[in-house]
């Protein structure tokens, strides 16, 4: 089976931690995004993943060579020369996509994360027999994106509605679909919306189903939400009564520590945090609701809470980091400042406190 | 003293990528120094000015950049002003005059008698040859360009007190929190080979007294800055200061503008400096039109020979265009700066702002800031390819890379 996963641009909203790596590298609970979405592919049998992408191939390509030979399964890239929009990306890598056996296929959209039931999607997608099936997932604030109007008894999709001003449904496109090779067939080389162009005129044919996902879903592509997606996550990881989390009398909740990490004594981490490979937490650290990315030192007596410290950045002795304080690779936080909400640029100190939210370039 | 026929050797220090983060958002795609200010690349304009001393032999461009971001451009400056520019990369932070007396021994190769340091982000007419004249007669070991500015403004740069007859440097110090003087240190010098001796002096003083300070437990507890690796050698508080008042070094001073471009916000400035010395130095570089048959010009423009520009647009003061830019039907430009492969739609208004490579600005919009060179916010920047929708209107704000605007922005920073 086959699978594409739209990369697409530049990660702006992830920035500044995009600015130094491309945004499918940029690791979401220890393990780069995209990692997770091949993973679970190949755990459903999928042999060939697409990177559908139009930003730096070389870093790109040279992740990828890596984790073919890890994982056993074959992954290339489909390069936009031009932005094709959700749809155009899936002619350009045509080729790719179908072969002689006419199997449905995977397509993805890069930034979610969930527990990826693909097993169940295409046994699904079997069961209803439609061209395409996508997954939703219900929301509270539907309006801030696509909402799917469905019939509930049958799973047909009736229609999108693009953030409704009122209310039309509580479902969302959760950007994860299952096509047979004939959508093909609908969509020409050129920047399409696979959402206002392809999937209305399916719907319309009543050949489009819509599967409610189970567990939780989350679009990670900008810090808030990839904040609140770890706590997702990490819940997911301990339902299934994971190994993987962090034991001790200084976790609280779900804490997930990369096995090459130090953490020292009086220190209490949790909930919902995610400690990466070399990092070292020095005595008398409190974390909370944050993501410390590989190589981060973060020194005695420090406090960080609902932020992301960046690769290889230090954290000052009693340092207070919170609300949503993003620091981008190698920002050094001198000893005994308070950041609120600062947004900081690689190769950064930052020598004075940073009182309301603001951009540090 | 010293033959005057003697060889010289200008060396021109330019940064590097992690230093100086004011200069961001320009500054994430290209190196400061080939940042363009009046239509040519920042350190252009002291290269070209090396040109006009007698006997230069060679310029070296010293940095902490990777080699290939200078390499073609190294190669087409030499070839065009036909004097040999060669860039050595620093492996490490050795200070100023550190850095300087790491590559002694390229610079002494052509063995001169003066050796030119100028810093690749001053903004000025750079008086070499008249700078070299009087330091022979003085007959020292360095002559600092100086010049005067506002008192309120002296304390961000260095400070220094000269002999008003006899021109020597009296007194110098680094940004004092006090009034000194309103005479500062322009970043451009001067010096004969002796200054390699002066250096090595700093150095050598520095390690013996690490030597003996390691016997103090207490002296360790010290913070690092203050007392820095023995190979770290400053200019300014490790041989100005120290050498100031023992008939060492002199000065020579400037009546012409002087700016350091730290900011986005100072090179709109400094390219309208340069834009309005090319008008005595260069006028054919300089843009004219009166809308018959190219567009009307105000002012000091650039516009590179291959931007298209409308004949219906009204173009400058203080405006720089640079290759394959195109700016359409009745567009409206003032003081900014328009990078390569812009493209301009109609009716358009650009005001104090610098437009990155590769943006569009579609029709009936306008972008604009107050135009104050030093806030943070004063010149609207764009980064590169940053597109702006029909009639959107971007005010006092700063646009990173690969951005779209469809509605109206103002005050803000968009990562």
Request: charged share 20%; glycine share 8%.
């Amino acid at each position: 089976m086959k699978a594409l996963i739209l990369v697409g641009g530049f990660g702006t909203r992830l920035r500044p931690l995009t600015l130094s790596v491309p945004k499918p590298l940029v690791e979401f609970a220890n393990k780069p995004m995209i990692l997770h979405q091949i993973e679970a592919l190949k755990a459903v049998g999928v042999t060939e993943v697409v990177l559908a992408i139009n930003y730096q191939p070389e870093v790109m390509l040279n992740f990828l060579k890596e984790f073919e030979t890890k994982l056993g399964i074959t992954i290339t890239c489909s390069q936009e020369t031009e932005p094709l929009g959700t749809a155009g990306p899936l002619a350009l890598a045509r080729d790719k996509l179908i072969d002689k056996s006419g199997e449905p296929f995977f397509v993805l959209n890069s930034d979610v994360i969930s527990e990826y039931p693909f097993k169940e999607m295409i046994e699904f997608h079997k069961a209803y027999g439609g061209e395409a099936s996508i997954m939703v997932t219900k929301v509270d604030e539907p309006s801030k994106y696509g909402v799917v109007v469905m019939e509930e008894s049958t799973g047909q999709v009736d229609k999108f509605v693009e953030k409704p001003k009122l209310f039309v449904g509580n479902k969302i496109n959760a950007g994860i679909y299952l096509l047979n090779p004939s959508v093909l067939d609908r969509i020409e080389l050129r920047p399409t919306s696979i959402e206002k162009e392809v999937f209305p005129k399916i719907a319309a044919e009543k050949k489009l189903y819509a599967m409610v996902l189970p567990g939780f879903w989350m679009d990670i592509g900008q810090p808030r939400d990839y904040v609140t997606g770890l706590r997702l996550y990490l819940d997911s990881l301990r339902k299934k009564a994971s190994t993987k989390l962090a034991a001790g009398s200084h976790i609280v909740g779900n804490v997930l520590v990369h096995e090459t990490a130090k953490i020292g004594e009086g220190c209490l981490i949790g909930p919902d945090v995610a400690i990466g490979p070399g990092c070292v937490v020095e005595s008398g650290v409190r974390l909370s609701r944050c993501t410390v990315m590989r190589g981060v030192r973060i020194k005695k007596h420090a406090c960080i809470s609902s932020s992301i410290v960046g690769w290889h950045s230090t954290i000052g002795q009693w340092a207070r980091v919170e609300n949503m304080t993003i620091l981008g690779e190698d920002v050094h936080v001198c000893d005994e400042i308070y950041s609120n909400g600062g947004v900081v640029l690689p190769h950064k100190e930052i020598k004075s406190s940073i009182l309301k939210p603001e951009i540090v370039m | 003293m010293g033959s005057s026929d003697g060889k010289v050797v200008a060396v021109i220090m330019a940064g590097g990528p992690t230093k100086g983060t004011r200069f961001r958002p320009l500054s994430l795609n290209i190196p400061k120094p080939l940042f363009p200010l009046a239509g040519q690349p920042m350190v252009h304009h002291p290269i070209s000015a090396c040109k006009r001393i007698p006997n230069l032999a060679q310029i070296y461009l010293v940095g902490f950049y990777e080699e290939r971001e200078f390499t073609l451009y190294v190669s087409s400056i030499s070839t065009e002003l036909r004097v040999p520019v060669r860039y050595l990369k620093e492996d490490k932070p050795r200070g100023s005059a550190g850095g300087l007396y790491n590559f002694r021994d390229l610079i002494m190769e052509d063995n001169p008698s003066h050796i030119f340091l100028l810093n690749c982000d001053v903004c000025c007419s750079f008086p070499l040859p008249e700078m070299l004249e009087a330091h022979k007669r003085y007959g020292g070991m360095g002559t600092i360009l100086v010049s005067k500015v506002s008192a309120e403004s002296a304390s961000q740069f260095g400070e220094l007190v000269a002999d008003p007859v006899t021109n020597e440097l009296l007194h110098y110090t680094e940004k004092p929190e006090t009034f000194v003087s309103d005479r500062i240190n322009c970043g451009v010098y001067v010096f004969t080979p002796d200054i390699f001796t002066a250096i090595q002096g700093v150095s050598s003083q520095r390690k013996d007294r690490a030597n003996l300070r390691r016997l103090s437990s207490f002296e360790a507890l010290q913070s690092a800055t203050r007392n820095p690796p023995s190979g770290f050698v400053r200019l300014d508080q490790d041989i100005l200061t120290p050498f100031a008042g023992k008939k060492q070094l002199y000065t020579y001073e400037t009546m012409d503008f002087w700016e350091q471009i730290k900011t986005p916000g100072m090179s709109l400035k400094c390219s309208a400096l340069y834009l309005a010395q090319f008008r005595f130095t260069s006028p054919n570089l300089l843009a004219s039109g009166d809308g018959t048959k190219n567009a009307t010009i105000i002012g000091d423009v650039y516009i590179h020979p291959s931007a298209k520009v409308h004949p219906s647009a009204k173009i400058g003061p203080n405006v720089s265009i640079s290759a394959n830019a195109r700016i359409g039907a009745g567009v409206r430009l003032i003081s900014c700066i328009i990078l390569d492969g812009v493209e301009i739609m109609e009716n358009s208004v650009v005001v104090h702002a610098i437009l990155g490579w590769k943006s569009s600005i579609g029709k009936w919009s306008r972008v604009q800031a107050e135009g104050d060179y030093n806030a943070k916010l004063g010149i609207t920047i764009l980064g590169e390819a940053v597109a702006v929708e029909d009639e959107v209107v971007v005010t006092n704000s700063i646009v990173l890379p690969n951005k779209t605007l469809n509605v109206s922005v103002q005050d803000e920073i968009l990562l």
